[in-house]
C-alpha cells in the first residue's frame, strides 16, 4: 500500500476544544465514578494554561508529567499543547537510576508530580519539580491554576513545532522517548470514531492510553478513567460503566479471559478489545472468543511508528484461522519489507518490517545516533519480521531478534508458545530471544501452570521436539514461575525471566490471587 500525503493541518488542540465546547453539558470523562462534562474540562484546560504561562511555559518549553489517570493529568498536557510547548508523560519506572537517566535526556522545563507520583521524583530534581494536590502551596500548580481565568485562550501552536513525546515500552533498558510535531500527532489523533464510545482507560498515560483517550474525546466519546489495570476490576469496570472499547496487551487479555468473574460479569456493552504489544498464540486467542465474545481487534504498531494494520472483530471468524495475523495494513500507510542483505522481499516472503505514514515519529527526543538507526527515510524500522499475504494481510513473526530461520523454517516465539500452551497443564508460555539474537543464543521460555498443577518441563521439551524437531527443541531454554512476570505497561518483563533462568529460583505473586481464584471456580 502506497503513502498518502498527510492532510492539511488542523491543531488537534483545537479540535478538541471545539468538541469540549460542543459537548459542553455532556459527560466526556468518568473519573472515581464521577462525571467531568466538556465545559468543566475546557474549563480546567484554559486555568492551566495561564498557570502554565506565568511559570514561563510556551513555544519551545517541554512540560513532562509522572501523572496518574485522572483529570488534571489531562488537562496540563493539553494546556501545555495549547500554549504550544510539547509535553510527556514519564513512565513510572521501579529503578529510580532509569528514571534519573530519562529525566536527564528529556531536560524537561517543567516537571510535574501528583500525590500518588511525588515518590517517583528524583532527589535531584525535587526543587524545579511543582506539585498537584500535594505539596506546598508555593509549589502548588493547581492552587495557582484555580486563581486563573477560565476564559478561552487561542492556541500557539506551529505544524513542525514539537507537540508529544512518547515514551517506548522500556523492555529493553531505559525507554525511550519518540518525538512528534503537532503536524503528525494531529494526523495520528483526528479520525473517525464512534460519539457512543465508551473507551476504558486503566494503563498508564505514558503509552498508547493518551493516543486512545484523545482519539475519544475528539470523536465526541466518553473516557472512563481507572488509576491501574487489574483483571477484577476491568471486568468490574465493563460492566458497571457500560464500556464498549478497552485496550489490553496481550498478558493482561489471557488473565481476563481466565478470570473467573469472566462468567458472571455482563459483557454486552463490548464491542472491541484492542490487544496489543506482544505475541499471541492462537490458541489463547480462540478461548479468549470462547469466553469474551468475538470482540478482539488485533492491532499492530509500536509508539514510533503509530498504527500499522488493524484486524478488527468481526473478522476473528475462528474457523478461518486469521487469529494470528495482525489484519489489513491502515489507509495512508505503507509497509515494506527487506531481506536480510537489505533488498526488497516479495508479497509473502519474510522480512524486516519498515513503515511510512503520517503518524511516524520524528525520531526520538535527544538521541541522535539511536534516531538514525530507527528512522531513515521518513520511515520506521519496527525492528520485527513478517510477510504481506497474498490477500494483502500482514503477519508479525515477532522481534527480529527473537526470531530464527531452523533448517528453513522461520521460527519466533509465538510458534513456540503455541505449542506449549496446547499442553493441558501450561495456562500462559512468553518466549524470546536469549540474549541478543535467537539465532545464536535460542530462545528464554517461561511457563506458567494452571492452579493445582505441575509443569513437566521435559514434557514441554518433548512436546517442542515432536512439532519442530531437536534443533529447535535443544535451543529452548524453561523455566517454570507461579507467574509470568509483568512491567509497567503489562509486558512481559523480560529481565525478570532472565534472572529467574539465571538463578533457577521460582517466581510466585503472593498479592495476585489470581492463580488460587482459577482453581477455586475451576476455571481449567
Same mark, same amino acid.
Given at each position: 500500500?502506497?503513502?498518502?500525503?498527510?492532510?492539511?493541518?488542523?491543531?488537534?488542540?483545537?479540535?478538541?476544544?471545539?468538541?469540549?465546547?460542543?459537548?459542553?453539558?455532556?459527560?466526556?470523562?468518568?473519573?472515581?465514578?464521577?462525571?467531568?462534562?466538556?465545559? $468543566?474540562?475546557?474549563?480546567?484546560?484554559?486555568?492551566?494554561?495561564?498557570?502554565?504561562?506565568?511559570?514561563?511555559?510556551?513555544?519551545?518549553?517541554?512540560?513532562?508529567?509522572?501523572?496518574?489517570?485522572?483529570?488534571?493529568?489531562?488537562?496540563?498536557?493539553?494546556?501545555?499543547?495549547?500554549?504550544?510547548?510539547?509535553?510527556?508523560?514519564?513512565?513510572?519506572?521501579?529503578?529510580?537510576?532509569?528514571?534519573?537517566?530519562?529525566?536527564?535526556?528529556?531536560?524537561?522545563?517543567?516537571?510535574?508530580?501528583?500525590?500518588?507520583?511525588?515518590?517517583?521524583?528524583?532527589?535531584?530534581?525535587?526543587?524545579?519539580?511543582?506539585?498537584?494536590?500535594?505539596?506546598?502551596?508555593?509549589?502548588?500548580?493547581?492552587?495557582?491554576?484555580?486563581?486563573?481565568?477560565?476564559?478561552?485562550?487561542?492556541?500557539?501552536?506551529?505544524?513542525?513545532?514539537?507537540?508529544?513525546?512518547?515514551?517506548?515500552?522500556?523492555?529493553?533498558?531505559?525507554?525511550?522517548?519518540?518525538?512528534?510535531?503537532?503536524?503528525?500527532?494531529?494526523?495520528?489523533?483526528?479520525?473517525?470514531?464512534?460519539?457512543?464510545?465508551?473507551?476504558?482507560?486503566?494503563?498508564?498515560?505514558?503509552?498508547?492510553?493518551?493516543?486512545?483517550?484523545?482519539?475519544?474525546?475528539?470523536?465526541?466519546?466518553?473516557?472512563?478513567?481507572?488509576?491501574?489495570?487489574?483483571?477484577?476490576?476491568?471486568?468490574?469496570?465493563?460492566?458497571?460503566?457500560?464500556?464498549?472499547?478497552?485496550?489490553?496487551?496481550?498478558?493482561?487479555?489471557?488473565?481476563?479471559?481466565?478470570?473467573?468473574?469472566?462468567?458472571?460479569?455482563?459483557?454486552?456493552?463490548?464491542?472491541?478489545?484492542?490487544?496489543?504489544?506482544? $505475541?499471541?498464540?492462537?490458541?489463547?486467542?480462540?478461548?479468549?472468543?470462547?469466553?469474551?465474545?468475538?470482540?478482539?481487534?488485533?492491532?499492530?504498531?509500536?509508539?514510533?511508528?503509530?498504527?500499522?494494520?488493524?484486524?478488527?472483530?468481526?473478522?476473528?471468524?475462528?474457523?478461518?484461522?486469521?487469529?494470528?495475523?495482525?489484519?489489513?495494513?491502515?489507509?495512508?500507510?505503507?509497509?515494506?519489507?527487506?531481506?536480510?542483505?537489505?533488498?526488497?522481499?516479495?508479497?509473502?516472503?519474510?522480512?524486516?518490517?519498515?513503515?511510512?505514514?503520517?503518524?511516524?515519529?520524528?525520531?526520538?527526543?535527544?538521541?541522535?545516533?539511536?534516531?538514525?538507526?530507527?528512522?531513515?527515510?521518513?520511515?520506521?524500522?519496527?525492528?520485527?519480521?513478517?510477510?504481506?499475504?497474498?490477500?494483502?494481510?500482514?503477519?508479525?513473526?515477532?522481534?527480529?531478534?527473537?526470531?530464527?530461520?531452523?533448517?528453513?523454517?522461520?521460527?519466533?516465539?509465538?510458534?513456540?508458545?503455541?505449542?506449549?500452551?496446547?499442553?493441558?497443564?501450561?495456562?500462559?508460555?512468553?518466549?524470546?530471544?536469549?540474549?541478543?539474537?535467537?539465532?545464536?543464543?535460542?530462545?528464554?521460555?517461561?511457563?506458567?501452570?494452571?492452579?493445582?498443577?505441575?509443569?513437566?518441563?521435559?514434557?514441554?521439551?518433548?512436546?517442542?521436539?515432536?512439532?519442530?524437531?531437536?534443533?529447535?527443541?535443544?535451543?529452548?531454554?524453561?523455566?517454570?514461575?507461579?507467574?509470568?512476570?509483568?512491567?509497567?505497561?503489562?509486558?512481559?518483563?523480560?529481565?525478570?525471566?532472565?534472572?529467574?533462568?539465571?538463578?533457577?529460583?521460582?517466581?510466585?505473586?503472593?498479592?495476585?490471587?489470581?492463580?488460587?481464584?482459577?482453581?477455586?471456580?475451576?476455571?481449567?
Amino acid at each position: 500500500m502506497e503513502y498518502s500525503a498527510p492532510a492539511a493541518y488542523l491543531p488537534y488542540i483545537d479540535e478538541l476544544l471545539d468538541q469540549l465546547q460542543k459537548r459542553a453539558h455532556h459527560p466526556v470523562l468518568r473519573y472515581q465514578r464521577d462525571d467531568v462534562t466538556g465545559d $468543566s474540562l475546557r474549563r480546567a484546560i484554559y486555568r492551566y494554561a495561564r498557570a502554565l504561562s506565568l511559570l514561563g511555559i510556551g513555544r519551545d518549553s517541554v512540560v513532562a508529567l509522572f501523572a496518574p489517570n485522572c483529570p488534571d493529568a489531562l488537562a496540563i498536557r493539553y494546556a501545555a499543547n495549547l500554549l504550544g510547548a510539547a509535553a510527556m508523560y514519564l513512565p513510572s519506572l521501579k529503578d529510580g537510576k532509569s528514571r534519573a537517566v530519562l529525566l536527564e535526556r528529556i531536560r524537561p522545563s517543567l516537571l510535574v508530580a501528583f500525590p500518588t507520583t511525588a515518590h517517583l521524583v528524583p532527589d535531584a530534581a525535587k526543587a524545579d519539580a511543582i506539585y498537584v494536590s500535594t505539596g506546598p502551596t508555593a509549589r502548588r500548580l493547581d492552587k495557582l491554576a484555580q486563581a486563573q481565568s477560565e476564559l478561552p485562550l487561542p492556541s500557539c501552536t506551529q505544524p513542525g513545532d514539537l507537540a508529544v513525546i512518547v515514551s517506548s515500552g522500556g523492555t529493553t533498558g531505559v525507554p525511550k522517548g519518540s518525538r512528534r510535531s503537532f503536524a503528525a500527532y494531529s494526523a495520528m489523533v483526528c479520525g473517525p470514531c464512534c460519539k457512543d464510545r465508551r473507551q476504558l482507560v486503566n494503563g498508564p498515560l505514558a503509552y498508547l492510553s493518551q493516543v486512545l483517550v484523545d482519539t475519544t474525546l475528539i470523536g465526541g466519546g466518553v473516557v472512563v478513567l481507572r488509576p491501574r489495570y487489574d483483571p477484577a476490576a476491568t471486568l468490574a469496570a465493563i460492566e458497571l460503566e457500560r464500556i464498549t472499547d478497552v485496550l489490553l496487551v496481550e498478558p493482561q487479555l489471557f488473565e481476563v479471559m481466565d478470570h473467573p468473574d469472566v462468567r458472571r460479569r455482563d459483557l454486552s456493552t463490548l464491542r472491541s478489545i484492542a490487544h496489543i504489544g506482544g $505475541s499471541a498464540p492462537n490458541v489463547l486467542l480462540r478461548r479468549a472468543v470462547a469466553r469474551l465474545g468475538p470482540v478482539l481487534t488485533h492491532m499492530y504498531g509500536a509508539s514510533e511508528a503509530g498504527m500499522v494494520s488493524v484486524l478488527p472483530a468481526n473478522a476473528c471468524d475462528v474457523t478461518l484461522n486469521p487469529l494470528a495475523c495482525a489484519g489489513r495494513i491502515r489507509a495512508g500507510v505503507e509497509v515494506r519489507l527487506r531481506r536480510d542483505d537489505g533488498t526488497l522481499a516479495r508479497n509473502g516472503e519474510c522480512g524486516r518490517i519498515e513503515v511510512r505514514s503520517a503518524a511516524v515519529a520524528q525520531g526520538y527526543y535527544h538521541q541522535e545516533l539511536e534516531s538514525a538507526l530507527k528512522f531513515q527515510d521518513g520511515g520506521c524500522l519496527t525492528g520485527d519480521v513478517g510477510f504481506i499475504h497474498a490477500d494483502g494481510n500482514l503477519w508479525v513473526l515477532g522481534r527480529a531478534s527473537d526470531v530464527a530461520d531452523m533448517g528453513g523454517r522461520m521460527v519466533g516465539p509465538t510458534l513456540i508458545e503455541e505449542i506449549l500452551c496446547r499442553l493441558p497443564e501450561v495456562r500462559y508460555a512468553v518466549a524470546f530471544a536469549a540474549g541478543t539474537d535467537a539465532v545464536d543464543g535460542g530462545w528464554s521460555v517461561a511457563v506458567e501452570p494452571w492452579a493445582g498443577r505441575d509443569i513437566d518441563v521435559a514434557r514441554c521439551t518433548r512436546a517442542l521436539e515432536d512439532a519442530l524437531g531437536t534443533c529447535v527443541s535443544h535451543a529452548v531454554h524453561i523455566c517454570v514461575v507461579d507467574y509470568v512476570p509483568l512491567t509497567e505497561q503489562g509486558k512481559v518483563d523480560r529481565a525478570a525471566v532472565t534472572r529467574i533462568l539465571q538463578s533457577g529460583a521460582p517466581l510466585s505473586q503472593e498479592t495476585s490471587g489470581l492463580h488460587r481464584q482459577f482453581a477455586d471456580a475451576g476455571v481449567v
